[in-house]
């Protein structure tokens, strides 16, 4: 299959920052000749702005703008995005035009400025990608509208502020607990959620926050929190999605290099890349 790797290496509107660093860490490592060695026609790029002139908020959105033109361009290669925030869902989402979500993240993501006790712009990603804040900037990304919350499926969130588990549990967004996939196995526990999301329309953006695998499998942030999944369940899970639904694209997010000093999550990343690519595949 034809694919765009499409690195945007930012955490919070700065470049080579933090968790910025992961994509092209993933890059070095190998992820794209990974693709290529199963066949896969692979080009990547980066993807820049000049975003901290706009400061965080600004800043974050003119990548969320900059990325929704480079994944329409990307057409019709497979656009997988490398990047340093959740919010690169935003430029995907606008490239990709109206999809459901399959949000996979130790978080919710579900802060909006009111009630975020960090301030932490990122940790509002679901939350902006839902209609719940940031309506007018959200505005600016050519082809992004808000998700209904009914197209989306939240899995492996276990680390939830308290004003995020009010704000989850007033949604309308289905989830997918760890404990439960643990207990029934992957096919049991996301096929209902998935099966709703497909009669709601066929395509899905996959969003994977690395940060939802648990850490003995790889420590991916400084956010990392205990009781995430197994490389081999969200690989499963990928799979399953990409069997039911149309993924039109995906994210890999969240590497702070700094925080995996064995070197543990590059090879993590290439195999769920690698099955990510697979499943969108599977269906054409
Ligand atoms: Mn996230």
Redesign the pocket.
């Known amino acids: 299959m034809d694919v765009r790797i499409l690195a945007l290496p930012y955490d919070s509107g700065r470049r080579e920052w933090r968790m910025g660093r992961g994509p092209g860490h993933l890059l070095r490592a190998g992820l794209e000749e990974a693709l290529r060695g199963r066949g896969h026609r692979v080009t990547a790029e980066r993807v820049e702005a000049d975003a901290e002139a706009g400061g965080e908020v600004g800043g974050i959105f003119l990548l969320a703008r900059t990325l929704a033109e480079r994944v329409r361009e990307a057409a019709p290669a497979f656009p997988l995005v490398l990047a340093g ?2 919010s690169a869902a935003l430029g995907v989402l606008g490239g990709t035009g109206p999809a459901g979500v399959l949000w996979m ?3 919710g ?1 579900l802060n909006t400025p009111e009630s975020s006790r960090s301030g932490f712009v ?2 509002m ?2 939350a902006v990608a839902t209609g719940r804040c940031w309506t007018g900037i959200a505005g600016t990304i050519r082809g992004f509208l808000p998700v209904p919350d009914e197209s989306v499926v939240l899995a492996g969130a276990r680390d939830l502020e308290p004003g995020e588990r009010v704000i989850l549990a007033r949604s309308g967004i289905a989830t997918v607990e760890v404990p439960r996939v643990r207990e029934e196995g992957v096919e049991a526990a996301f096929g209902p959620a998935l099966d709703a999301l497909a009669e709601r329309g066929d395509r899905l953006y996959l969003h994977l ?1 690395l ?1 939802v695998l648990d850490p003995t499998e790889a420590t991916v942030n400084t956010f990392a929190a205990r009781g995430g999944f197994t490389l081999d369940e969200v690989e499963a899970a990928v799979r399953l999605a990409g069997s039911r639904l149309e993924i039109v694209g995906a994210t890999l ?2 590497y702070d290099p700094d925080a995996d000093p064995e070197g543990r999550v590059p090879a993590a990343a290439a195999r769920l890349a690698a099955a990510i690519v697979e499943s969108a595949g599977a269906r054409k």
Request: charged residues 35%.
């Open positions: 925030n959740c993240d130790a978080h993501d990122d940790g990603s679901l926050d940060d997010a969240a």
